[in-house]
């Protein structure tokens, strides 16, 4: 148990991709719906105390070069304005004080990163925030790119152990993935560790 304080003065979430088609859909991550209680847990943490959250949403124009069919390495996925695309039901998404970050929308360019060609780093920037905490889909593509991307933004950066999950298109991808947040400067934390009382 490490035990940080919350403060919205420089606390941010970001909840990545919990998208449809990456839960159950076209791309779905193996036991990604295990993980929504947890990241709605920590969501209710961060509203409690007046936070904002930041969900990054793939993104991607119906030619996207991310796609096989295009000569990508993906099946057809996240799909602007499609069902695939939509933030999945079981998320609890507040209603004030939290922004949606679009990425991948380029046909040309795949953004695993929720910094990557948006404007996350402006928000987070204008409202004084210091650390991210980062959880979502998927451990070793779009969580640890967001991860890396806070870090060399100058974020103190923690990922929330118990509300990630991964691809592995080879077994161990996502360990591989954790281990190199962590060489980077990213801390681990989880639920417990959380302290949100004002
Ligand atoms: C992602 C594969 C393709 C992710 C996005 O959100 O991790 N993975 N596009
Ligand atoms: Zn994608």
Not at 30 to 39: E, G, R
Not at 73 to 99: E, L, Q
Not at 170 to 191: F, K
């Amino acid at each position: 148990m490490i035990g940080v304080k919350l403060n919205p003065n420089f606390d941010a979430l970001i909840v990545v991709d919990m998208q449809n088609d990456f839960i159950e859909g076209s791309l779905a991550v193996p036991k990604a719906s295990s993980i929504i209680p947890v990241v709605n847990e920590y969501i209710k943490k961060f509203e409690s105390i007046g936070a904002p959250i930041f969900f990054t949403r793939d993104w991607h124009p119906e030619n996207h070069i991310s796609f096989a069919e295009n000569g990508g390495i993906w099946p057809k996925h996240c799909v602007m304005d499609s069902w695939g695309a939509m933030i999945h039901k079981g998320v609890y998404v507040p209603s004030d004080n939290r922004f949606f970050i679009n990425k991948g929308y380029d046909s040309n360019f795949d953004a695993y990163s929720g910094f990557q060609g948006t404007i996350l780093n402006d928000l987070l920037r204008e409202r004084g925030i210091k650390r991210t905490f980062i959880c979502g889909l998927a451990t070793d593509y779009c969580v640890k790119n967001t991860v890396i991307g806070a870090l060399n933004l100058g974020y103190q950066t923690f990922v929330l152990l118990d509300a990630i999950m991964g691809v592995d298109v080879n077994r161990g991808d996502s360990e591989v993935a954790l281990n190199y947040m962590m060489e980077m400067g990213a801390i681990v934390l989880t639920i417990e560790d959380c302290i949100s009382v004002r």
